[in-house]
């Protein structure tokens, strides 16, 4: 059972609101057990909103914790199930939300000063039907294996020029319409990205920053998710809405468009090689990737499920 609070008309956080008025932005926060870090990111949506005035629906689900006490302090809309799933907390989300665009954004997500902005522009201008913000990686306290890691995987075509998701993105009204509901899926990310092809996703100026995990056993953790997920796409027929691959969406970290591992080893790879190549100082990051990845993916397909691993040290 669901239960939920009225709606906001501004932005929710620190910063002054706007004039009362009909909301201009939607911003869906799936939560499960996230109190130590929701405040921290529904705290940064006032600067982050620019002249838009937000809608936000947090969905706290199995939360065993005061998620939901957080959100509502904070003047957000909650809905709360009694489930822990992300899918159904996003298909929730939809239900209560009410206008275009919509952004979907995890709970440990931090968006800087005018990115939602940003991103909702970038959509009304009807070009693209699904945008996300330019991502920084928050290296702070992680460890050599960790840093080097991200190192490499911030030069990665996929996050560099083609991305859309880990952690947020927006869809346009006609973008959302390409799809019924969220599927049961771990990467719903991934899932979304491959409804588009290349020229009808972008990147808005702005800026999200996730913060990376500690030490190698957390990173190790949220890759073996991130395969877990991937293999699992691949194994449906969802993604790309039913229509076959370009050459262009199989490219990048997570082969969109791709149908297995071996695609998106394939590219990743390429990749990898062409960084060593072009710029011989990160061959030691592009090592560990390589490293990490593989220890990943193994991890992936020893696992019978694809239950939620969570980054325990960010938290």
């Not at 909650?78 to 989300?93: D, I, M, N, T």
């Not at 030490?215 to 991937?230: E, F, I, P, Q």
């Not at 061959?283 to 990490?292: G, N």
């Amino acid at each position: 059972m669901s239960t939920s609070t009225e709606p906001t008309a501004h932005p929710v956080g620190n910063g002054p609101a706007p004039a009362a008025g009909t909301p201009t932005l939607s911003v869906v926060v799936p939560a499960h057990d996230e109190a130590g870090v929701l405040r921290r990111t529904l705290g940064a949506l006032a600067a982050a909103a620019g002249p838009e005035t937000l809608e936000v629906v947090v969905v706290a689900n199995g939360c065993t914790d005061d998620t939901a006490d957080v959100a509502r302090a904070a003047g957000a809309r909650v809905v709360e199930l009694g489930q822990a799933s992300k899918a159904a907390a996003l298909r929730a989300g939809d239900e209560a939300a009410t206008v275009f665009p919509r952004v979907y954004l995890d709970a440990d997500i931090v968006l800087t000063p005018g990115t939602l902005g940003h991103l909702a522009e970038r959509l009304r201008r009807g070009d693209v039907h699904a945008a996300s913000p330019r991502i920084r990686f928050d290296l702070r306290g992680s460890t050599w294996p960790v840093r080097s890691f991200y190192r490499a995987y911030a030069e990665l075509p996929y996050v560099r020029s083609g991305l859309v998701g880990l952690g947020v993105y927006g869809l346009s009204a006609a973008g959302r319409s390409r799809f019924e509901r969220f599927p049961d899926l771990t990467s719903d990310d991934l899932f979304v990205q491959r409804l588009f092809a290349g020229h009808e996703r972008g990147t808005s100026d702005g800026e999200f920053v996730v913060a990376a995990p500690r030490d190698l056993r957390n990173l190790l953790k949220v890759r073996t998710r991130t395969a877990s997920g991937n293999a699992e796409l691949s194994r449906t027929d969802h993604g790309a809405g039913g229509r076959p691959a370009t050459s262009e969406e199989g490219a990048g970290e997570n082969a969109t468009g791709g149908t297995s591992f071996e695609r998106s080893t394939s590219g990743t790879t390429s990749a990898l090689a062409k960084l060593a190549v072009t710029r011989p100082r990160l061959l030691p990051s592009a090592a560990v990737y390589a490293a990490v990845t593989i220890a990943s993916r193994v991890s992936a397909r020893r696992r019978q499920n694809t239950a939620w691993q969570r980054d325990t040290s960010t938290r």
